[in-house]
């Protein structure tokens, strides 16, 4: 008999059906027990009479929650349960007995107990199989679909570069090194450079999407040293102004999706509102966002970036200025950019680029790029970056390239802001930082 989804139940009451799932709960009442069966699309209640069957009885006494089973039984009407029906077992088969008890607790909308972040992490398989972090990768699945999706509607060709680089792509040395047969080579940091190939080749639009390292000792909710990030190159461009629309149609495009088919899960289950921003998102220059930051009280240790603090405040000041959760942050020092990025022309020490802040933590880092040989070289040497290190990335201006600019955004930190997570480690699906590789490193 083919398995049938709870979802799709609905259509065959009073027939036999066959359904496969997990245990969610076990309410044994002496003569009769109660399991309530998940799966990916629900849950339905089945139950087990004593009557004449004690064999079937006791082999589902002894099942345990988050056991595997395979249920065929009649799906009957049952107008005391929210389904409104139930499955009386005729036959149980259990593919996988789970342990008792569980090492966590699997966390639901209604529990407020919680287990220890990084001892979910541990058993991360388990951790996943809640209705909130469930949502959470379906969530993630489509956001993901649909940045792609915009982009392939637009033109852009999806480019895959190389995770093993011969050079630093940002130029520092926040780089894994790694052993290339018997070379040095480093994990790439960013796909920047072979975005950059991409509008040298003539391909003038590309994205790609990947994973990204960064050998950064940072202990935060925001950071992670392996995480996925969606790169995007356009060529041909006046200004990094270009871009800033460009993304601007591509986040809106995505929380439409979203919001069309998780909406109301998402504000059900993590009581968020998924609002579709209607306007241009407002541009603040990082000089306007200090003398905001000053009379609201919030002090700056560096006038060319921003803290934690002062992100989550100037967000909020800029959203009841505006009504808008997004912000770009402009005209940052160039001193205190990529390389790579272009001075503005009319202002050297600014870089022609934007942060995009959304809900108080930058979620992008964009420009317009330098295209130009001999610039290049020197923003490199002002960084002290020798050409010869960066040799064969120079090697992409030699022959001709366009204007270009582009940005890149962190996948996790994006879904983290969208659905109100704590910690990006929730919206990973299995997060390396400097203390965990796949699990907690030199536990106690």
């Not at 009557?51 to 589902?60: A, I, N, P, Q, S």
């Not at 639901?108 to 991360?124: G, M, Q």
């Not at 935060?220 to 990094?240: A, C, K, N, P």
């Not at 503005?344 to 809900?359: H, S, T, Y």
Request: hydrophobic share 35%.
């Amino acid at each position: 008999m083919k398995r049938l989804l709870v979802s799709e139940l609905k259509d065959h009451i009073g027939e036999e059906v066959r359904v496969r799932g997990v245990v969610d709960t076990v309410r044994d009442q002496g003569k009769i027990i109660f399991l309530i069966v998940r799966d990916k699309s629900g849950k339905v209640q089945t139950l087990v009479w004593g009557g004449e069957d004690k064999t079937l009885l006791e082999k589902v006494k002894r099942i345990t929650s988050e056991s595997v089973v395979d249920i065929t039984g009649k799906l009957k009407e049952a107008k005391q349960v929210e389904q409104g029906f139930e499955i009386e077992i005729n036959e149980i088969k259990v593919d996988s007995l789970a342990q008792s008890p569980l090492p966590i607790v699997i966390e639901e909308e209604h529990h407020d107990n919680t287990t220890a972040l990084d001892r979910r992490l541990d058993y991360r398989w388990i951790d996943l199989r809640s209705k909130k972090n469930s949502l959470m990768m379906s969530v993630a699945t489509l956001m993901t679909a649909k940045l792609r999706e915009y982009c392939l509607v637009n033109d852009l060709i999806e480019i895959q570069g190389p995770r093993i680089i011969s050079a630093a792509s940002e130029g520092g040395a926040n780089v894994f090194e790694v052993k290339y047969f018997d070379k040095k080579a480093y994990l790439a940091q960013s796909p920047q450079f072979h975005k950059q190939m991409g509008i040298a080749a003539g391909l003038e639009r590309v994205f790609n999407v990947g994973p990204v390292f960064r050998a950064e000792k940072s202990f935060t909710t925001r950071h992670l040293t392996e995480y996925t990030s969606f790169d995007v190159e356009i060529g041909y461009i006046d200004s990094y102004e270009d871009i800033c629309e460009f993304e601007e149609g591509m986040l809106r495009y995505m929380l439409e999706a979203v919001k069309e088919k998780y909406g109301e899960e998402i504000k059900k289950i993590f009581d968020i509102e998924i609002k579709i921003p209607k306007d241009s998102f407002p541009r603040i220059t990082v000089k306007d966002a200090k003398e905001k930051l000053a009379k609201a009280g919030i002090k700056s240790k560096d006038e060319g970036d921003f803290s934690p603090e002062e992100e989550r405040k100037i967000s909020e000041i800029v959203e009841k200025e505006t009504g808008s959760e997004f912000l770009f942050m402009i005209d940052y020092p160039h001193k205190q950019r990529a390389f790579y990025h272009m001075k503005n022309p009319n202002n050297p020490e600014l870089a022609l680029g934007f942060d995009l802040f959304w809900k108080g933590i930058e979620i992008t880092t964009g420009a317009q790029r330098e295209h130009r040989l001999e610039n290049i070289i020197e923003n490199a040497k002002e960084r002290d970056i020798t050409e010869e290190s960066l040799k064969d990335y120079f090697d992409y201006f030699r022959y001709g390239c366009p204007p270009h600019g582009g940005f890149a955004i962190g996948t996790e930190r994006l879904l983290m802001k969208m659905l109100g997570y704590g910690s990006i480690l929730e919206t990973t699906y299995l997060p390396n930082t400097p203390n965990r590789l796949g699990k907690l490193i030199n536990k106690n």
